[in-house]
């Protein structure tokens, strides 16, 4: 089944380290997105990717880096820069270019910062 | 600068009513989609229903269906015959830039 994977699912820091957040397509989609969530604020776009070894900051970009080596893959780091990193996270991808087709979303990984 | 608004954060209704969500956005962009997504208590977003500016017709995907108003930028869901399964938050997002709104909270009553 072609879907998007999330891991973990949970994660738990301690403040000061660096985590990195796994997120894996097998839909061929081009472009893939990271969305930060928190309560009463709906989903923030954090970094996007619409095509492989490039990649543009979203709207809460700082404290996070993001790579984009494989089409397949999409990594989210959240450095120690981030000043409060806990929250929920999705991925997700879609067809580059194609405004009428929706994103399809991961599970999601919700991250605790101790 | 692009934006979605959803502005009741919460709603509830009983099992088999009607219920409408509000959504309105802003954009300088002529052609653009609008879609609801539905966020269940497992927290798997999943597309509801999608509507393309250049259509003048509703869409309807069974008990769902918008009423879309381009020149007003409004965009609500209407849900039919509510069931208890539709218990979730509920996201307009526009498609040009990825944006979605800070979602409602949707409670269906038994």
């Known amino acids: ?114 | 600068a692009q934006t979605v608004t959803q502005s009741q954060p919460e709603m509830s209704v009983q099992e088999a009513e009607t219920v409408t969500l509000s959504c309105t956005y802003d954009t300088s962009e002529s052609n653009y989609y609008l879609f609801w997504y539905k966020q269940p208590p497992s927290r798997q977003m999943i597309l509801v229903i999608r509507q393309e500016a250049y259509k003048q017709q509703n869409a309807t995907e069974n008990r769902f269906s918008v009423n879309f108003q381009k020149a007003a930028k409004s965009f609500s869901l209407k849900i039919s015959d509510s069931q208890l399964g539709d218990t979730a938050m509920y996201f307009c997002a526009l498609s040009n830039d990825m944006r979605f709104g800070a979602g409602t909270r949707l409670t269906v009553k038994p």
Request: aromatic fraction near 12%; hydrophobic fraction near 30%; glycine fraction near 8%.
């Open chain 1, 1 to 114: 089944d072609g879907g998007i994977t999330q891991s973990p699912k949970y994660l738990f820091r301690k403040e000061g380290q660096n985590v990195t957040l796994s997120c894996e397509q097998n839909l061929n989609h081009d472009a893939m997105y990271w969305y930060r969530q928190d309560p009463g604020q709906g989903l923030r776009l954090i970094y996007y990717s619409q095509i492989v070894n490039d990649f543009q900051k979203g709207d809460i970009a700082e404290g996070y880096s993001v790579s984009r080596e494989k089409k397949e893959s999409f990594p989210l780091t959240v450095t120690s820069a981030q000043k409060n990193p806990t929250a929920f996270y999705l991925c997700a991808s879609s067809i580059r270019g194609v405004r009428r087709v929706e994103q399809f979303f991961g599970p999601g990984t919700r991250l605790t910062v101790l």
